[in-house]
């Protein structure tokens, strides 16, 4: 894990890509420069009651021009506030958060189910070996164009309006890529059955988990989950997703 700094960020960019979907490029001091893929930040509202901060996942490193993108969705009224800033104002922010996923060579599946998508991108560009991009929709896509230059992409929606009719695991079913491994961030059921379909084919599994964040930083054990061994820091069978994880392997936990 990455040394934590806290800094104000200027705004670069910031639009909508989809309905309450928003990218933004934020120019940090250090913060860009420590980040690694499955890494997040945390982002504060300038409203004071708004105490708590937002954690957001990396979508995209530029650590020369020391830049972040953040892909993210309104689900409150911190992240509307967010989707408000205007390039060149800015916004405090401190990360990078947690600990990332594991860069291995070797056949790699990339699975990112609705927001869980963002962080698949920066690990796509960074990862070596064979990679095979599957990406998982309600119904309206982003982001497919930018997997494009990392591998071949695969597209699955629940309403059929864009690639196969169906989920995650109908796209995998269609390639005939022995990978050796999958790293996946997605919805909980989503992350269950790759869990189970890596299990049953000899694979790694590397899952990010999403959950409710208070602090950020592993002190309030606010988003605590199940695990398999006993915690050093609580002295029970729970690890902090935003300590320990948000990137775990997937026989680590329990979900």
Same mark, same amino acid.
């Given at each position: 894990?990455?040394?934590? $700094? $806290?800094? /104000?960020?200027?705004?670069?960019?910031n639009? +909508?890509?989809?309905?309450?979907?928003?990218?933004?490029?934020? /120019?940090?001091?250090?913060?860009?420069?420590l980040?690694?893929?499955? =890494?997040?930040?945390?982002l504060?509202?300038?409203?004071?009651s708004?105490?708590l901060?937002?954690?957001?996942?990396?979508? +995209?490193?530029?650590a020369?021009?020391? /830049?972040l993108?953040?892909?993210?969705?309104?689900?409150?009224k911190?992240?509307?506030?967010?989707?408000?800033?205007l390039?060149?104002?800015?916004?405090?922010i401190?990360g990078?958060?947690?600990? #990332?996923?594991?860069?291995?060579a070797?056949?790699?599946?990339?699975?990112g189910?609705g927001?869980?998508?963002?962080?698949?991108? +920066?690990?796509?560009? =960074?990862l070596?070996?064979?990679?095979?991009?599957?990406?998982?929709f309600?119904? +309206?896509?982003?982001?497919?164009?930018?997997?494009?230059?990392?591998?071949?992409?695969?597209i699955?929606?629940e309403?059929?309006?864009? &690639?196969?009719?169906?989920?995650?695991?109908?796209?995998?079913g269609?390639? #005939?890529?022995?990978a050796?491994? @999958?790293?996946?961030?997605?919805?909980?059921?989503?992350? $269950?059955?790759?869990?189970?379909?890596?299990?049953?084919?000899?694979?790694e599994?590397?899952v990010?988990?999403?959950e /409710?964040?208070?602090?950020? @930083?592993?002190?309030?054990? #606010?988003?605590?989950?199940?695990?398999?061994?006993?915690?050093g820091?609580?002295?029970v069978?729970?690890?902090? @997703?935003c300590?320990? &994880?948000?990137?775990?392997?997937?026989?680590?936990?329990?979900?």
């Amino acid at each position: 894990m990455s040394e934590k $700094r $806290r800094e /104000r960020a200027e705004v670069l960019y910031n639009k +909508e890509i989809a309905a309450r979907i928003y990218s933004m490029w934020v /120019r940090t001091e250090e913060i860009a420069r420590l980040a690694a893929p499955g =890494q997040f930040v945390s982002l504060y509202c300038a409203n004071a009651s708004r105490l708590l901060p937002r954690p957001i996942s990396i979508c +995209e490193i530029d650590a020369k021009e020391r /830049r972040l993108r953040l892909v993210y969705r309104i689900a409150g009224k911190g992240t509307e506030e967010f989707s408000k800033l205007l390039p060149g104002e800015s916004l405090e922010i401190a990360g990078p958060l947690g600990n #990332g996923f594991p860069k291995k060579a070797g056949a790699s599946f990339l699975i990112g189910g609705g927001i869980g998508i963002p962080p698949m991108l +920066e690990l796509a560009k =960074q990862l070596e070996g064979e990679r095979q991009i599957v990406l998982g929709f309600r119904d +309206e896509t982003f982001l497919t164009e930018d997997f494009l230059a990392y591998g071949p992409v695969s597209i699955a929606t629940e309403d059929g309006s864009a &690639g196969i009719k169906g989920n995650v695991l109908d796209a995998i079913g269609g390639y #005939g890529l022995r990978a050796e491994r @999958i790293y996946a961030c997605g919805p909980l059921p989503m992350l $269950r059955a790759l869990k189970a379909y890596a299990a049953e084919n000899g694979m790694e599994c590397y899952v990010s988990l999403e959950e /409710r964040m208070a602090c950020g @930083i592993g002190a309030c054990l #606010g988003c605590v989950c199940h695990a398999k061994e006993t915690d050093g820091h609580t002295n029970v069978k729970n690890k902090r @997703i935003c300590k320990e &994880g948000p990137v775990f392997e997937a026989g680590e936990v329990e979900f």
